[in-house]
């Protein structure tokens, strides 16, 4: 059994009376869920700030039980993205229940349970998302009004003995760089504490950097930064001539240049 932490939001008295209910139902539900988002980066930094939500992450087979336990249970749901999230409300109220990301490249799956990690939320004994895959999930929020940069640069800090360094690469292999860059940023935020990062880590994405110096240029020209905000990179995609993540080369400047008129 791991370390019993609690964790704290600044939230109105009738949200934590919502909260407070629904972690309660969930549990009584005994379908398998871990909590995420402010709640948990609480109980592992200590850090308490508002919060509109609590984030709920569970397997995709899960999400609709979920969903339809709280119906059962008189509440309002709404599927507000069926690739990866819905939401639970209680008039102006609600928790997001979470099986992947906006872009579906982290599924919650069994891996997400291989560890158990506990905090007392609202009053009531939760399992929370575990240190590697919170670090995972929060690499990818790099949007205009919202970036999780500080959460993993606070996570890495406080949690770094607790991180799966090895299983953290895994899940982020194909996107390697955006692990380096956080790792980059926490060493300029705490030079003091590069220690908390294993070196071979470090070592194994610069070589790769340098390795990958030496390849040609792509040939189609890509965006990923819909990865990071669908709506912050769109013009690139639908007006400057980039391929999506998936997909062909953005239809406007590519008809240009093979009209000869780009």
């Known amino acids: 059994m791991?370390?019993?932490?609690?964790?704290?939001?600044?939230?109105?008295?009738?949200?934590?009376?919502?909260?407070?209910e629904s972690l309660k139902l969930l549990t009584q539900s005994g379908i398998p869920f871990l909590l995420g988002g402010t709640y948990a980066v609480s109980a592992y930094t200590g850090i308490n700030r508002p919060t509109k939500d609590i984030d709920v992450f569970c397997c995709g087979g899960d999400f609709p039980r979920i969903l339809s336990h709280f119906q059962d249970h008189g509440f309002e749901t709404e599927i507000e993205d069926e690739r990866w999230i819905g939401k639970v409300k209680h008039g102006e109220l609600f928790f997001d229940v979470i099986f992947n990301s906006a872009v579906a490249i982290n599924p919650v799956n069994d891996h997400w349970f291989k560890e158990e990690h506990r905090a007392v939320?609202?009053?009531?004994?939760?399992?929370?998302?575990?240190?590697?895959?919170?670090?995972?999930?929060?690499?990818?929020?790099?949007?205009?009004?919202?970036?999780?940069?500080?959460?993993?640069?606070h996570m890495i800090l406080k949690q770094h003995d607790r991180i799966d360094w090895k299983r953290l690469l895994a899940h982020m292999?194909?996107?390697?760089?955006?692990?380096?860059?956080?790792?980059l940023n926490f060493r300029f935020i705490y030079p003091t504490e590069r220690d908390r990062v294993p070196d071979w880590?470090?070592?194994?994405?610069?070589?790769?950097?340098?390795?990958?110096?030496?390849?040609?240029?792509?040939?189609?020209?890509?965006?990923?930064?819909?990865?990071?905000?669908?709506?912050?990179?769109?013009?690139?995609?639908?007006?400057w001539g980039f391929a999506d993540v998936v997909g062909e080369e953005g239809t406007k400047e590519k008809t240009l240049r093979e009209s000869g008129n780009g």
């Open 173 to 183: 292999e194909q996107y390697w760089e955006v692990l380096l860059i956080h790792l």
């Open 201 to 239: 880590l470090v070592a194994e994405l610069l070589e790769r950097m340098q390795e990958r110096a030496k390849l040609p240029v792509a040939q189609t020209r890509i965006c990923r930064g819909r990865l990071f905000s669908r709506e912050d990179y769109l013009i690139d995609v639908t007006q």
């Open 2 to 20: 791991s370390e019993l932490r609690e964790g704290s939001a600044t939230v109105t008295a009738e949200a934590e009376a919502f909260y407070t």
């Open 121 to 153: 939320i609202c009053g009531t004994d939760v399992r929370l998302v575990a240190p590697t895959e919170m670090i995972f999930s929060k690499s990818f929020v790099q949007m205009r009004h919202k970036y999780d940069g500080p959460d993993v640069a």
